[in-house]
């Protein structure tokens, strides 16, 4: 997966005060697993349905409906909505990309922990 940067989205900023939420702050500590980080979304990088598309990390929004995914509990399958006959699926040791679901691919198999936690 890829994190990348991205506008900050006028609706963000309720306060020209607060902070902007990144995955850095000051002085070098990494703050990934702050809360705020579960509002983080994937989706394709590019928005294309096609396959071998690498996977992003990117900042919520009700209207990207590329952002929507489907786990599904009897093949384990995380299907996207937007783009049909697409999973979640991991090639070579760590990327993530869209490709065409194949339920006999263990690189679509995903499963969840107590504390939500997705993994491989």
Known sequence: MIF???KIQGF???NQAVPIQT???AGGLYAINRLYFD???LEPADGKPTANRDIIFTICSDDRQEQNWEYDQQTLQLKSE???GKCLSVVGDSNVMLAQCDTSNP???WTFNQEV???D
Request: aromatic share 20%; hydrophobic share 40%; net charge neutral.
């Open 82 to 84: 937007f783009f049909s």
């Open 107 to 109: 690189s679509q198999k």
């Open 12 to 14: 963000s900023i309720s």
């Open 39 to 41: 509002e983080l979304c």
């Open 117 to 119: 936690e997705l993994f």
């Open 23 to 25: 995955p850095t702050m």
């Open 4 to 6: 990348r940067w991205s």
